[in-house]
């Protein structure tokens, strides 16, 4: 488990991260780009074969991103973020952490920090 999260941080977080930066902003960053995918038998083995997830659906995108980040590789992940904006990202993550593996849910509380509160102020911002 400790391997592939460090393949996240290193293939997908840290470029993602400095992505972010307020002067750099798309609005592709905050919206879903595609709204349909056909779901991966091997993360969705319960679905059938072909079945397609309309990502603008708020139970469709939880499903989605919970199974990927609870099963996915890093690859899957990483298209994860392709297909979707981070603001729909944190919206599901807060609404689906509860039901993640305890070291996934840990690592992306960390990463994303802590969305609901304000910064301290003698914290340096990125």
Not at 7 to 36: G, Q, R
Not at 64 to 77: E, H
């Amino acid at each position: 488990m400790g391997k592939f999260l460090i393949s996240i941080a290193k293939e997908i977080l840290l470029p993602k991260a400095f992505k972010f930066c307020y002067d750099s902003i798309t609005i592709k960053d905050f919206f879903i780009s595609e709204v349909k995918t056909l779901v991966e038998k091997r993360l969705f083995w319960f679905l059938k074969d072909g079945t397609e997830l309309d990502l603008s659906n708020k139970t469709h995108l939880d499903m989605f991103i919970q199974q990927t980040l609870s099963k996915g590789r890093a690859s899957d992940v990483k298209s994860l973020f392709r297909m979707i904006g981070i603001r729909d990202f944190i919206r599901s993550f807060n609404r689906i952490k509860n039901f993640l593996p305890r070291e996934v849910k840990n690592f992306w509380e960390e990463w994303l920090g802590n969305i609901n509160q304000p910064t301290k102020e003698d914290t340096p911002s990125l």
